[in-house]
Structures are given as structure tokens and as C-alpha cells.
């Protein structure tokens, strides 16, 4: 069973010579107690192109310490990392090697670098005696793999206790400048063993690519963020963190919205088969992730009601439903991303990028040709918003107004590709359309929840309960409806066209 561990630390260089400053001068702490040396002895692994350390992440089995085990390492922020450990065995746990399926794909990971360190460890602790952070002085020696060069350093870590104040770091980190030591220039060990074993070659010849002042430039550039975010976001899905799902759909959306808005740039018979599997894991995310706000929204209905008012078991019903719905969710998403069909689409968008299906409008001047398909989008959204409008209130305008959104995301997201380029004008654009976005999302949502509540209401009424309170929902989410619609023709009006045509255009 793996387990996880926020670590936070800082890396200062060092030499054999190099003592440590009296730390018990260092602002709340009293106390530095010596635990002792420790041999510690770790072999780290990637691919053999070294794609986990192009990522910063970091996978380790290491023998001796208090730690010992097979440790993968996700970055967090600079100096923060997430550490998730798995027991000690001869090879690579399954539940850390799921976490590294989007990266590994048909790849096995070999040992790349052993590091032998001599860890000379010192306690620092508050008046109280718990324990603030861990000074260690590491000796390492650094050994690529399976024959490689090697080399050997010193280092300082200073590592923060769990719960203790980051404060103590910085006062740790005065006392260290105070005695001439710097902050290493390295992010990890393994990194500085890799550097410095590298082997000098040949300089690989620079991609034929469109610069970046180019449509093609730029819009390769944003397909490249969203599918590196795609990647990336696949472990924190498995890890279930928060927001993990909501982030990797927005990013397949995105990419699948810049290859039907940038069609003049990107050639949409290759593009468009993309765009169908990246709609496919979208809806296979966004169950999970749909629910997630529709139980919040429910949630939060049944707290602000009156207790007088609260009729039968409501609470005990929405929990029993919100377990069900929300399991069947994360496992229909784990599957998707366990599936063949997911590691072929994120090899299908390597080779994308590998091999652009540039047009010719790609080699053009970049701010034209993107102002063009935003404007393009913005039109579209348009004639959705001038349909829905024209509706009488009704199931007709409830599905013409979710075109409508979706008509919204998708110009924003135009805006917010073309920001590089475009500058402020692209933002002030992007944020009109997000208004119009964001009211026509609460109205469906309100739509979504009304279904919700009457599936919950015949469960209800099937199980002897009173269905009261949860028609009672229901009535709010209508006049929560009808209140977004009657506001939908002002949040338009200042969206309307020659405003926001000339936000983009000066």
C-alpha cells in the first residue's frame, strides 16, 4: 500500500569542509539534537530517454533509514514535492507504476543513476521539544548506470517537520547565509547526478518547426500546454486531488476547441478524429466531475432550508445518493484512463506534435489570422444566443441556451489561445465572453439539478418517504432558472458585438 507525504525542503551546497552554524540561534529553536549517521543507498529509474526527469519527477528504491522503500516524487511548487512511498520489493510497485502510466506508456523504466549517500542528521526542535525541521549533511557519491561516468559531492538539506511552520526554514535559511553557505543550484540529487554524468554528444539538429511570431507558432504552442496538462493531470486524476478531474477535462476541451477554431492554421482531416477521443475522455472525466458540482449545488440547497421545512430523511437520501453516483463516476474514469484507447490518444498526440498538420496560413503573421477565428467563434455564439433568445421559455430554450454555453467556452478559450499574441485585448474579450458563459452554465445547471431532484423525489415517494422538501428544491432550481433568463438579454447586450469586436480589435 503506498503512501504519501508532502515534503518541503531546501538544498544548499556544501563541501567536506563545510561545518553547520550553530542553528539554536536560528528564531524558534532551541534545541539541535545529533541522531547519528546513516548509509543510505538508492537506485534511481526512468526510461531510457529520461522522460520522468524531463518532468522533474523523481522514482527511487532505496535501501537504509528510517524511509526505506520505492519513494516517486511529483512536483508540487519549488521546493515542495509530494512523495509517495510503496515497500520495499525487487520491482516496481503496481500502485506507483499506475501513476506513471501516462508517461511510461509502452515503456519500461531501467536504472539510470545509484547515489551512496552518508547522511549526517541533526534534530531541530522548538522549546517545547517537537520537532521544527531535519538538517542533514549528505555526502554523496553519484554512479550512472549500467556503466556509466560518476561523480561525488556535498550537500545540506534542510527537510520541515510535519505541521511546523515554513517560518523556520527562512530563519534556518539566515543562519546558513550568515556562515557563507548558498542555495544549491540543483532541484534534487538525482538531477545534479544526471548533469554531471551526462556524457557530452552532438547537438540533435533544431525541429522543423514555424517560429513562433507564426499562426502555426503560436498555436502549436497552446496545443503543446494542454497536452503536456493532459499528461501531467493523469496521476493527480488516480491520486483524486482536488480539481484534478475539472482541470484535465478543461484541458481536453481546450485542445479540442483550438483544433476547430484554428482549422485555417491546423489541418482539421487529421485534427478532427483527435478532437473525437479527446471528446470521448472528456465525457469519461466528466461524470465524475459533473456530479461533483451537481451534489455540491444539492448540498447546499438543503443546508439553507428552514428546519421546519426539512421533511423526512433528506440528508440521509442525498448521502446515499452522492456515494453511489459518485463511485460509479471515479470508476468509470479510472477505466477510461486504464484503457488502450487512452495511452493510443496520448500517443496519437505526441506524434502531433511531432509532425504538425500545419496549412498554409500557419507561416502568416500571427495576430490576423488569429483575430480572424476568434471573431469567427464569437459570430457563432452569436447566432446560438439570437436562437435562444427567440424561444418561448421551455425545454426548446433550456437545450438552445446549453448550445449557447457551449458556443461561449468555446470562443473564450479562442481568446485566451490568441492572449499571447494579442495582448489585453484578447483578455477584456475573453472576460466579456466568460460573463455570458458563466450565467448560461447556472442556468444549466439549474436544469441538471431539476432532474436530479426529481429522480430523487420518486426514490423517495417509492421508499414510503414524503417527497415534500424535494419538490420544494425543485421550485427553487425553477425560479433560479427563470431568474438567469431574464437576466441572459442584459449580460448579452454588454457582450454585444461592435463592443467586443473592438475590445479585440485596438
Known sequence: MADTKREIERKYEATERTGLPDLTRARGVSAAHDRGVAELDAVYYDTADLRLAADSLTLRRRTGGQDEGWHLKFPVSS????????????????SLAVLLRSRLRHEDVVPVVRLRSSRNVQHLLDASGALLAEVSVDTVHA????????TSWTEIEVELADDADPA???????????????????????????????????????????DEDTAGGRVLAYVREQIEAIVALDPAVRRD??????????????LRSAFKT???????????????????????????????????????????????????????????WDAAQSGDAR?????????????????????????????????????????RAVLKDYDRLAGRVDRALALPPGRERDLAMHEARKAAKRTRY??????????????????????????????QDSVVAREALRDLAIQAHAAGETAFTWGLLHGQEEAAGAAREREFPQVWEKASAPKTRAALSH
Open 262 to 320: 484554428y482549422r485555417k492554421v491546423l489541418d482539421r482531416t487529421v485534427t478532427d478524429p483527435v478532437g473525437d477521443e479527446l471528446k470521448w475522455l472528456a465525457g469519461e472525466l466528466g461524470l465524475a466531475r459533473d456530479h461533483e458540482v451537481l451534489a455540491e449545488r444539492l448540498r447546499t440547497r438543503v443546508d439553507a432550508i428552514p428546519r421546519t421545512l426539512l421533511l423526512g430523511p433528506v440528508r440521509g437520501r442525498l448521502r446515499i
Open 168 to 210: 523556520v526554514l527562512d530563519a534556518v535559511e539566515k543562519r546558513l547565509e550568515k556562515a557563507g553557505i548558498r542555495p544549491s543550484s540543483s532541484p534534487s540529487k538525482v538531477a545534479r547526478a544526471l548533469e554531471e554524468t551526462t556524457e557530452q554528444s552532438e547537438a540533435l539538429p533544431a525541429d522543423d518547426l514555424p
Open 331 to 371: 470508476r468509470k474514469a479510472l477505466a477510461a484512463l486504464d484503457s488502450a484507447r487512452h495511452l493510443a490518444l496520448l500517443d496519437t498526440l505526441d506524434a502531433l506534435l511531432a509532425d504538425p498538420p500545419l496549412r498554409k496560413a500557419a507561416t502568416k503573421d500571427a495576430a490576423p489570422v488569429l483575430t
Open 79 to 94: 521546493g515542495i514535492r509530494d512523495e509517495i512511498r510503496a515497500p520495499l520489493a525487487d520491482t516496481l510497485p503496481e
Open 143 to 150: 554512479e550512472r548506470l549500467p556503466e556509466g561516468p560518476d
Open 414 to 443: 479562442a481568446a485566451d489561445a490568441a492572449r499571447p499574441t494579442l495582448g489585453k485585448p484578447a483578455k477584456r474579450f475573453a472576460k466579456r465572453i466568460k460573463a455570458v458563459q458563466s450565467l448560461l452554465g447556472d442556468h
Open 241 to 254: 486531488l482536488p480539481d484534478a478531474v475539472h482541470q484535465m477535462r478543461v484541458a481536453c476541451r481546450r
